[in-house]
């Protein structure tokens, strides 16, 4: 349990007054206290794994009443908790004990605040939802990438304090690359302000880069500038079997190299994976026949509209290069099937199943899930190492992966016949943090630590990181009051 910053002064003072104080700022209608209604939404995660009720759920409207929620929770030594779309998966958006302290809700800060069409960019509070973000740009004819699965509920304040990443970071980058400037409010009750839209700041510290993952300990985001792209005028989207997952990064480059970079998605889905969808959604389609077992979702697109250009065989020219590419891989017997989607709706049916293996994994029974990373040609060794072992453990390793950034969801479930409260667990998560530390992996791809990852963070996160990161803390919130119990161990 992490107590640095947890000092004595951190019991609330005056909860009775800190409330009605509360009421004046931000309306009695958006300050809730207790009731079973609070307890689903507010205090407990997505996953179900930590839950603990707040004291009350404060949801101001904008930047100022933010800051003076804030202010106030400072100086009555409430501890704040900041919730978006409360879909994070490390038990960050939920106290750490009962009744502590206030949670503050950005979900009625929802607006758009601007789209700007020649530089590009749009603005948009903390409670913008993703898809909505997306639906805007969409509208102006342009994208606004960052894509996932809990897109309907997860918001933009959210998606930067965990630094988001998802199905097409390889081609557009994390939520940090995308994002260009932010407005928080600091633990003091400050305002910072970074939403000028620039491109290049070269000014000293970057506060909006510690702000990005920082999980909700060094204040509340309130708003964000964001680069958008081009719309995709064609795309490709495949399904493919590899002989052997070492082979993957080849493929990879493979599509690059003929489409000019034109890869969005390039995701890792085995066959113990498509299985475990196809149970939890009968209604699935298996993309290939024969089971795959190194299957791999990619899609490639192009925004040049010569790529979109049908020739006299019909097919786009973006088309064409990717069959070219596949001809050569096959020909080589490194790609050993490939279907590419001949719809709209056959290339919708393969996103969806993509996106529901975390639904199909939980449904499934019992899983232990690890969000990890290594470098790209690190991940065959790792996956093959740990399969082997855990499998004769008695666990079956359901693996998923955004396999474009060496980004793995690595479950262990437990195997036909075994009972999961029975198989070694803590071997298991041994033996793979031991392998990923020797092949320069990270124990945290793109979901965060929050209260989950604490330990591991402790054990593995280089020293030196870990005592710059509890000044930084100290410095910006020495009273240790911003989403206490979460991202940063006990000394
Ligand atoms: C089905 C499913 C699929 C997912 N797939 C992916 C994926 O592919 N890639 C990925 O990266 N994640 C994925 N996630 C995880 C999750 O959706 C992301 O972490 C998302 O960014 C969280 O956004 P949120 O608005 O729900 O944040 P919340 O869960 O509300 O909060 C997450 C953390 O951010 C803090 N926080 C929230 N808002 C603010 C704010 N305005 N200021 C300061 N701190 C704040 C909270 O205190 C908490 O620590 C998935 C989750 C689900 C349920």
């Not at 919730?83 to 939920?94: E, I, K, M, N, S």
């Not at 192009?302 to 096959?330: C, I, P």
């Not at 591991?456 to 009273?479: C, E, G, T, W, Y």
Request: a negative charge.
């Amino acid at each position: 349990m992490w107590d640095a910053y947890v000092a004595p002064g951190l019991t609330m003072r005056s909860p009775e007054e800190l409330l009605a104080r509360l009421e004046e700022v931000v309306g009695s209608s958006y300050v809730m206290m207790g009731g079973a209604e609070l307890a689903t939404p507010y205090g407990t995660d997505w996953t179900g794994q930590y839950s603990a009720m707040p004291f009350a759920v404060v949801r101001p409207k904008n930047t100022l009443e933010v800051a003076e929620v804030i202010k106030l929770c400072r100086s009555y030594g409430a501890p704040i908790v900041p919730v978006g779309g409360r879909t994070g998966l490390c038990g960050g958006g939920v106290p750490v004990s009962e009744g502590e302290g206030i949670v503050v809700s950005l979900e009625r800060m929802s607006a758009v605040r601007s789209l700007d069409q020649s530089a590009r960019t749009i603005t948009l509070e903390a409670g913008v939802v993703l898809q909505t973000a997306q639906e805007h740009a969409l509208s102006a004819g342009l994208v606004f990438p960052l894509t996932f699965g809990a897109q309907g509920s997860a918001m933009i304040g959210g998606a930067l304090s965990t630094n988001a990443g998802g199905s097409n970071v390889v081609k557009y980058g994390t939520t940090r690359e995308l994002c260009i400037g932010i407005e928080a409010v600091l633990p003091d009750g400050s305002v910072f302000n970074s939403l000028t839209g620039l491109r290049k700041d070269n000014t000293g510290y970057d506060l909006r880069d510690l702000l990005i993952g920082a999980e909700g300990t060094l204040g509340i985001i309130t708003a964000a500038v964001f680069k958008l792209s081009a719309l995709p005028l064609t795309r490709t989207t495949g399904f493919l079997s590899l002989a052997a997952l070492k082979d993957a990064p080849r493929v990879l480059n493979a599509l690059q190299d003929r489409t000019g970079g034109g890869v969005e998605a390039y995701e890792y889905m085995p066959a113990a994976a498509v299985d475990v969808i196809c149970r939890a959604f009968p209604e699935t389609r298996r993309p290939l026949e024969a089971p795959a077992e190194t299957g791999m979702f990619f899609e490639v697109a192009s925004s040049r509209k010569d790529d979109a250009d049908t020739g006299e065989d019909g097919e786009t020219r973006l088309q064409s290069m990717v069959f070219a590419a596949l001809e050569d891989l096959m020909e080589e017997e490194i790609v050993l099937d490939a279907m590419i989607a001949q719809s709209e709706q056959q290339r919708i049916d393969l996103w969806s199943m993509r996106e529901s293996i975390l639904e199909s994994i939980t449904e499934n029974g019992p899983a232990y899930h690890m969000d990890i990373s290594l470098p790209l040609a690190a991940v065959a060794e790792f996956v093959e190492a740990m399969d082997a072992d855990v499998s004769e453990m008695g666990f079956h390793p359901l693996t998923v992966g955004h396999l474009g950034d060496g980004n793995l969801h690595y479950a262990l479930s437990a195997a036909p016949g075994n009972e999961w409260a029975e198989l070694p667990l803590d071997r298991a998560k041994e033996k793979a943090f031991s392998l990923l530390m020797q092949l320069n992996g990270s124990f945290s791809a793109e979901h965060g630590i929050g209260q989950s990852k604490l330990g591991v963070m402790r054990d593995l996160k280089q020293d030196s990181q870990l005592v710059a990161m509890r000044s930084i803390k100290r410095a910006l919130d020495p009273d240790g009051l911003m989403n206490p119990g979460k991202l940063i161990p006990a000394e």
